[in-house]
């Protein structure tokens, strides 16, 4: 008999994000027409509370990555995620609380408040992490491959950035297009019942032999999982494989007759011409004291330019902060590295909160850069790349950007590995680009800042 369908991680984080909505709703209900004065709470103060407080809720909650389900499942995580986010936000609820209305209102409730709503919060993970241990949440997959795919087998399904990641697919059954292991038809269709998912890696589908793809068909009809391996990696890692399976351009980048969004462009052009006024003003305000720290503790030029590839293989000239030492590259180009030698005691400062960044304004305002985009690489190390990695060059379909979501989502890049692993990023953006994605961005950009994460 076939294993009942199992939930996917969509759903599951879409019925724990509806649970906290609605332990958050219930301890806002109890703050606002229970424990408060109701001749002081105004109908405007009640749709302020309640929209203030959800929206700084879920504003941390997806900072600081509260629906990572791999986090949730593991108990050590529940208590401490609940109590540091909780904390962050009946903190902001009580400043919100003291700054804009009469606080001697708002003290015994804020207590219940404070108390109340981490050992909810804690409570409802609990119990939601321990129901997805006693009912099954990996998904069964039949894998399908051939030869120049078939070494890919475990790593690509169940590993990312080379450590072991849980995917909820576990590889139960494969087949080979190949060496067509379908020997014993019947054997093989009795241990289809027992999977939920088929994940299809192959050069060609037409390599699919017509029994395979019949008893695929009775799969499909009974509500299994079936999908590509492009598909695959795309939904589970938020990256395209470039080098892990068949190496079809189409494949990667599915490309097609798009409608110009207009939209999209709006949002673009709005977050570029308010973020550069922002970071326009804090780069003015840091100049001077990077210059002073220059003076006393790292002699040399203030700023340093180079020359990177922009949209369409251009080149253009990039500012940053000078953060190494001065003649860094006597012996070559190299890319740096965690704890590179070259980088001064106040580069290290300066590269920590991203602050080297800042002059990259100037180019932004010039026109050479946006944002949120690819990182800008070095004629030199793209020129390596292109002639090793597949489809190195599409990342200049658009312009480099300050940020991005190779940035956001991998640690700062060292070596070939890294600069595949963060080319898979690259292509995911600019095929799935949206308004969306570059909020997701710009939040990471924000705790990536805060928390000095990275280089």
Known sequence: MARPAILNSIERKSMLLIGDFLIVLASLNVLVNHAIDKEFISFNLKVFTFSFGILVYFT????????NLEKVAKRRHILSQSLYITAIYVFVMFVGAVLLFDASFWRIPLLIFLILTPIEIGLWRFFFGNVFRLIPVTKNVLYIYDDQTEKNLKEDIATINGKEMETFYNVKLTFSTDQHTLKNKNTFLAATEKIDAWIIN??????LPPDLERILLRSIIKGKEVLSFTSFYENTYEALPIRSHNDSFYEILQLRNKKIRYLQKVFSFSVNFFLSLFVGIIFVICVPFVYVLNIFFNRGPLFYTQKRVGRYGNEF???????????AEQAGAKMATVNDHRITPV???LRAFRIDE??????VIK????????RPERKVFVTQLNSIIPFYNARH??????????????KYGENLEDSVRKLEYDLYYIKNRSITLDLRIIFKTVTTVIFSRGV
């Open 347 to 349: 580069g290290k400062m």
């Open 60 to 67: 941390f909650a997806y900072i600081l990555d509260f629906y």
């Open 367 to 374: 026109g050479d850069m946006q944002f949120i985009g690819p």
């Open 202 to 207: 192959t050069k060609s589908y037409s390599s």
């Open 397 to 410: 379909l658009i312009r480099r950007g300050i940020t991005g979501w190779a940035q956001v989502k991998y």
């Open 358 to 363: 800042l002059p990259q304004i100037i180019s």
């Open 317 to 327: 000239k990039i500012y940053k902060f000078r953060s190494m030492v001065v003649d």
